[in-house]
């Protein structure tokens, strides 16, 4: 991605605008709290493509919503997010040392900090779309925190993180594999792009399209980090590479192969952006996150 793209500027300034807004949220008290404070600002602030708040603020800009709404939604998901990578990398789970180039943060706080952390941040995301600042409308807000529910809990991420630890014992097959991907990974996506059709009221015949390539950029997105945990540089991915292939995980890459998943990454893209046809320039953002799924280095 160019550094000067239109992307890589919309990337650039939806990040500095979620930091700023977590950093007010974050303010650290003068009591006890303050470690738990400080863990979850710097699990939260200053790391991260913020690709999930920019899919929100992408989306919502198909139905005019207002841009601050949009990033309070944003900033909802993102904590969501970084809740699940806290988790994700404890001990108990993926158990790992490296994130977003740094430590992770069990290892920077200990593990009963990281865990207060990655609770206190996954309570803050619907103390936000609870907020009226983040809509005026109370049956809006609640649609908000029912949709964002769903894709964070059993039927979502949750539930595919407990298939992937499942996959460490039993062998799945192509089609296991993308349903604990379209859970772990696609269920929180689709929120991002339902999230904007719920904020401008649209109705559900309205959103099929938008759905159709939340799912088909989520499972590219994956086959993607697939890649790159065979393919990638740790300096640039920011977290350890081949932890999948070094526990014998199946994954997208060692199911299809290199070529064949690169191939289906980018046909996915290309149906992702097919599923925008009724939309005009509006969409193109839409259109260069799906292109950037696949040719991100990191």
């Known amino acids: 991605m160019a550094e000067s793209s239109p992307l890589s500027r919309a990337l650039d300034e939806v990040r500095s605008e979620i930091d700023s807004f977590l950093g007010g949220l974050l ?14 600002r710097y699990a939260a602030i200053g ?4 690709l999930r708040p920019l899919l929100v603020v992408a989306s919502s800009a198909l139905f005019h919503t207002a841009r601050d709404r949009a990033l309070r939604v944003g900033a909802a998901v993102e904590c969501i997010h970084v809740y699940s990578l806290i988790h994700d990398d404890l001990p108990a789970m993926d158990d790992d ?3 977003r180039g740094k430590p992770t943060l069990h290892k920077a706080y200990g593990e009963a900090t990281a865990i207060l952390a990655g609770d206190a941040l996954h309570a803050l995301a619907f103390e936000i779309l609870a907020d009226d600042s983040t809509h005026e409308d109370p049956f809006v807000r609640a649609q908000l925190i029912g949709e964002l529910a769903r894709a964070a809990g059993p039927s979502g991420m949750a539930g595919g993180q407990m298939m992937d630890l499942a996959a460490a014992e039993q062998a799945l097959d192509l089609a296991a594999v993308t349903r604990l991907q379209q859970l772990k990974t696609g269920a929180l996506i689709g929120f ?29 997105f994956q086959i993607a980090d697939d890649l790159l945990d065979e393919v990638g540089q740790e300096v640039k991915t920011g977290k350890k590479v081949g932890k999948d292939r070094d526990k014998g995980k199946a994954t997208f890459v060692t199911l299809l192969g290199r070529d064949r998943a690169r ?16 939309y005009g320039a509006e969409a193109d953002l839409l259109r260069s996150i799906a292109r950037f799924a696949v040719e991100r280095d990191h």
Do not use: F, N
């Open 27 to 40: 303010a650290v008290p003068p009591d006890p709290r303050a470690r738990l404070y400080e863990a979850m």
């Open 192 to 220: 991002c792009l339902e999230a904007g059709a719920i904020m401008g009221k649209s109705p559900p015949e309205r959103r099929i399209g938008l759905r159709g390539y939340a799912r088909d950029v989520g499972l590219a």
């Open 97 to 99: 040392d490296l994130r």
């Open 47 to 50: 790391g991260g493509k913020r």
């Open 263 to 278: 191939q289906q990454a980018e046909l996915l893209v290309g149906q992702a952006i097919d599923h925008l046809k009724s």
